[in-house]
């Protein structure tokens, strides 16, 4: 079973809008962390924001903010007012606490697209 | 240095031949990462090194592939004998702490590697 799922493969969304990128992941750990990082169209992969599953709030950095859902196991990212800059690749990731997996475990991954 | 150094940044090279990629983490990042990006895909994970513990190979496709870690710090990533198939971009990734959830990896910008 697919442990981290992004179900959009692609997006567009007009500049200014708000636009939610969805994740849920699957895991029997109690202790875990959850990562979204961007990847532009030059590649490189930069981390956007982290949530960590004993956290009661959600996280927020700037324009991003992560809808975490703990109950239905859902991380989305929420980018406010969004960009022509933020057109990239969007990847969730995860890192399970409890079976010394130190791996991040990715998504698939959802091309955003923001139309001018 | 001040960042993840990935050298070089493309490579051509012919079928048949080995090709050597080079990864300079951040100073002081304990845990090292090699994935693998095909075009328009998510990551694929390769090889992971935390400190002076045995690497984790689990991820390597094929014998052809190998690294080494030498010192705890620069790693080079071996593919001999080339194939069509091995194109991709590959990625290195550190982080501080490998162990603890909410230190997520810091990527460089990857080296693209074209095998014709």
């Known amino acids: 079973a697919q442990k981290i799922t992004q179900t959009q493969p692609g997006m567009f969304v007009q500049e200014k809008e708000a636009v939610t990128l969805d994740c849920t992941y699957d895991?029997?750990?109690?202790?875990?962390?959850l990562f979204w990082y961007k990847q532009p169209s030059s590649g490189e992969m930069i981390f956007l924001i982290y949530?960590?599953?004993?956290d009661e709030q959600n996280a927020t950095e700037g324009r991003y903010s992560l809808n975490f859902q703990k109950a239905r196991k859902s991380a989305n990212l929420v980018i406010s007012a969004s960009q022509l800059g933020d057109s990239a690749m969007y990847f969730c990731?995860?890192?399970?606490?409890?079976?010394?997996?130190?791996?991040?475990?990715w998504g698939a991954g959802t091309k955003l697209i923001i139309k001018p | 240095g001040a960042g993840v150094s990935q050298s070089p940044s493309n490579k051509v090279t012919e079928k048949g031949k080995d090709v050597e990629l080079r990864c300079d983490p951040i100073?002081?990042?304990?845990?090292l990462y090699w994935y693998r990006q095909s075009l328009g895909q998510g990551l694929e994970f390769l090889i992971y090194?935390?400190?002076?513990?045995?690497?984790?190979k689990s991820g390597l496709p094929s014998d052809r592939f190998s690294a080494e870690r030498t010192g705890g710090s620069v790693s080079t990533l071996t593919i001999q004998r080339t194939q069509q198939e091995d194109s991709a971009v590959y990625l290195c990734?550190?982080?501080?702490?490998?162990?603890?959830?909410?230190?997520?990896?810091?990527f460089g910008s990857g080296t693209r590697l074209t095998v014709v």
């Open positions: 990731a995860m890192r399970e606490g409890e079976d010394s997996n130190y791996q991040l475990i």
């Open positions: 990734a550190s982080s501080l702490e490998a162990f603890l959830l909410h230190y997520g990896y810091t």
């Open positions: 090194f935390q400190g002076n513990s045995a690497p984790d």
């Open positions: 895991t029997s750990d109690q202790s875990y962390g």
């Open positions: 100073s002081g990042h304990t845990a």
């Open positions: 949530q960590g599953s004993y």
